[in-house]
């Protein structure tokens, strides 16, 4: 595995971005999934969502990335005294329960097509030879997708915060099906984010080696909260 903190090309994120809600709430299927929930990041800050099932981890970071309306409360994005109600999509990247890879194309083809879809441009050879290599993917770039393990496959997906320069990482449960030498690369992956000025918000049940805070969203509940994750 190439070590994550050496990075093609690295960048540099603006130190003036500040990402914050007050008061935010959001409703799913008539019921409230969560509500009054405050929160503040900025640029090198690191959030664990914590929470049981069903506390609406999933569905916050959906209406961060702007895939599900907040009900009420104030949402703000500021770039220096530019002041947003949404994310810029050009500066963010979500990472779901489902990896979202075409399984008759091979990693290399997904990596490229997902790379194209985000930036317009395929990546450079580099970029895309060290992204796979940091989750120890490098030998399966030619092989499709089909082919891999569940573990590989939730690699791959991880690949793309390597591949793709965003300075907003949404991830939801990046550490399910990873051992503990990747669990590892990601987190030296977070830090080497922060270190560079990213946001990273990570919904997970698991503890991460990574300095940084904790949202818990079961402060967040009301007794019409959703109760099954799926929901979410």
């Known amino acids: 595995m190439m070590d994550p903190l050496t990075i093609p090309g690295d960048v540099k994120f603006s130190s003036s971005v500040r990402v914050s809600g007050s008061a935010l709430a959001c409703r799913r299927g008539g019921r409230q999934v969560f509500e009054n929930l405050n929160f ?3 640029a090198g800050d690191f959030v664990r969502l914590s929470g049981k099932n069903g506390s609406g981890k999933s569905t ?3 209406c961060l990335a702007g895939f599900l309306p907040f009900q009420n409360g104030e949402f703000s ?4 005294d530019d002041v947003h109600r949404a994310l810029n ?3 963010f990247l979500l990472s779901g329960h489902q990896n979202g890879l075409k399984p008759n194309f091979t990693l290399r083809e997904n990596a490229k097509f997902f790379a194209k879809l ?3 441009t395929a990546p450079r050879a580099d970029t895309l030879g060290h992204a796979a290599s940091v989750f120890g993917l490098g030998a399966l770039l030619n092989e499709p997708v089909q082919y891999f393990s569940s573990g590989q ?6 690949m793309r915060f390597a591949l793709v320069s965003r300075q907003v990482w949404l991830m939801d449960e990046p550490t399910v099906g990873l051992d503990a030498e990747n669990r590892a690369v990601l987190a030296q992956l977070i830090v080497a984010h922060k270190a560079r000025g990213g946001i990273i918000i990570a ?3 698991d503890p991460m080696d990574v300095p940084g805070d904790t949202l818990d969203m079961d402060a967040f509940q009301t007794r019409n909260s959703v109760v099954d994750e799926d929901w979410l």
């Open 40 to 42: 503040a990041v900025q």
């Open 60 to 62: 916050f970071l959906r």
């Open 77 to 80: 994005y500021c770039h220096g």
């Open 89 to 91: 999509p050009d500066d």
């Open 118 to 120: 985000m930036t317009g």
């Open 153 to 158: 496959r939730h690699r791959a997906a991880l």
């Open 203 to 205: 919904a997970t049940h």
